[in-house]
């Protein structure tokens, strides 16, 4: 559908569903709109591998008893973990429950129910480590978390190297392909998705403690006592119990709720000593982290640019001249990388090739995948610029006693140069923006760099501003320089011409 | 016969897409003479040119032209080791030129010396040097073909296929992109090229141009020979009557 019919559309179809809306809450009860990631989100919320359609967890069932206990219906919004405060203030939903801990930059946004569970942090390494015990052991190791949690806050606290994740199972993914040294994560995540894994173990004892409460919009006062009245009552009628026992989650701590709430006085938590804004956010802190993942941007760019016009040529030539299955071949391969998105290609490359035991490291990942991507986009390049110099000029060469390899490289090759320039600039700078896409396995390149930070801090609007000005010093130079090799190609005609008319 | 044949054609039948472009086209050439080969458009001369110089491959008769043998029978890799070694013999002036375009005209010339028969650079470009000033283009040896007209390109063509030092040469409609008096230019220089040695043989419509620098004449019609023999009889007094007409009409 073009932009313009979808604009036409959309009013209809939006005062359409407006209605169906009011009508069906009018006369049924009123709703709970709830956000949460399911991607990777079990045991919290996540799509139920038998019935893929349909979400559970004990979260889900937490929320279904608790939308009861307000007199509502409960009614699930599938969210990114992420931005989950920027969409509640969005008013995307009317609430967050997807273990939120109550932390003090978040708190500055937003406010937080009672808590309803509270959660150990446990740290997980490989069956066959020795070495590492305790966090403490970490210091000079990589511990994977996911990104903006109390984890991953403790751990920038104690200056331990980290990497951030989107979700749990690439994080204990790469800690069994050897990328990563540990992982540390809320104990009801780490139950759900290793605790009968044999090829990792826990390091320690659970430790550190926190709650999850539930997120709701600064100014939300009726709804949030309605919501802690509701967890009160789930809470001392053993219904949440029932739903905690039932995922393995219940454990002797959860019975403070209880006595707490009920005393009127939250349980005690760590969490609020290891906010990032307790410390408040660093702009040189920043700068610096994104001048680093500037420079893995580049190192990406410009490595995946140089398989791409190295390996294009071979392509291009057993496309187009090679026998026929080199040419089936090719074409399937140009086929393959162009038909497909390259964010499932780096998704296979980083989890599927450690299958067939070939697991590299994330940033090697993303450039040899944009590198092969991209190469087909080249060879396409290089074969129409090829395919553009006329018959004679091959001819030509024969004639003068060249053999068909040096007329190519002498006669053809430097004129379908000429053709393929601008276009393989444009390329460049197009690769060169979709380095982005290495976000998806964990890369710490700008894009990536530019969500946590402003996840973190919530500094969206200064910190896009920031890193648009990194993308632009980088990629300006480049079509400055692009520009400046075309000319040069160009010039010494150019200089011809005027000789020319001057004579 | 004479033994000394520069070229020596036998019954030549060439093909293409099912329909037979030459039947049985049977000619000699001898060593520092002229033939010029006539015809309308689609009589197949430009076809004859490219079988001389083995671009295409011949599907009947022989082909012997400066020593070399091209025949059908030849497998196709011994056919094209011939092709190879005939071609240093054979240097061909194309109808578009097909002059390289990222090559100054002195870069055009010394190409093929420097790196198919090894010349040092320097030797190839005093050559060069040479041939251009032949030719009348010394000034413009650092110039890039696009700024030169129709007739310096075409004379640096020239110049590219001498630098190669054939024994024939080929040219393929030179007068298509020539005003008369440009025409005329290129007619005294080949005239001086023909006292210097070197054998020719040019396709063309223009009877005009052949006229005192062919020595000999072959007329086609439809992928025959219609009639050869020397120029002044073809010119003067041709006997078939489809010669008549085609004399008739190019005057």
Redesign the interface.
Known sequence: MSRASDMFHRPIVTSILLTLLCAGTIQAQKVLRWGADPSGGAPYVFNDPNHPDQYIGYEKEMVDVLAAAMGRKAEFVPSDWETLVSALRRNSFDVIVNGLEPTADRQKQIQFSKPYYIFQLALTVRSDEQQIHSLADCKKRVVGTLGNTAASRLLQKEGIPMKAYADPVAAYEDLKLGRIDAVIMDVPAEVFYVSKDPKVKRASEPFFRGTYNIGLRKGDDQLKTEVDSAIDKIVNDGSLEQILRKWGLWNDAQIELKTKNNAGQPPQSESAGYDITSISFNWREAIWRLTRAAVVTVLIAFGSMAIAVVLGMPLAIGQWKGPRPVQWLCTIYVEFFRGTPVLVQLLFLYFGLPTIGLAMPGWLTALTGLGLNYAAYESQVYRAALEAI?R??W??S?????SPV?AFR??IL??AF?IALPPMTNDFVSLFKDTSVAYAISVWELATAYRELANASGQFLLLGAAVSIFYLIMSLPMAHLARRLERRLQR??AI??V??EIV | MNQFSMIRVTNLVKNANGARILNGVTFEVQPQTVMGIIGASGSGKTTLLRCLNGLERIDGGKIECADVVLEKTLSRHEYARRVTELRRKVGTVFQHLYLFPHLTVLGNIIEAPTHVQRVPRKQAANEASQLLESVGLKEKAHRYPERLSGGEQQRVAIARALAMHPELLMFDEPTSALDPKRSAGLRSLLRGFVARGHTMVIVSHSIGFLEGLADNLLYMEQGEVVEQGKAEQLLNAPQDPRTKDFMAQAK
């Open positions: 006329p004679g000029q001819e030509a024969y004639l003068l006693g060249m040096l002498r006669i430097p004129q000429r010494r005609e011809e011409a000789e020319s």
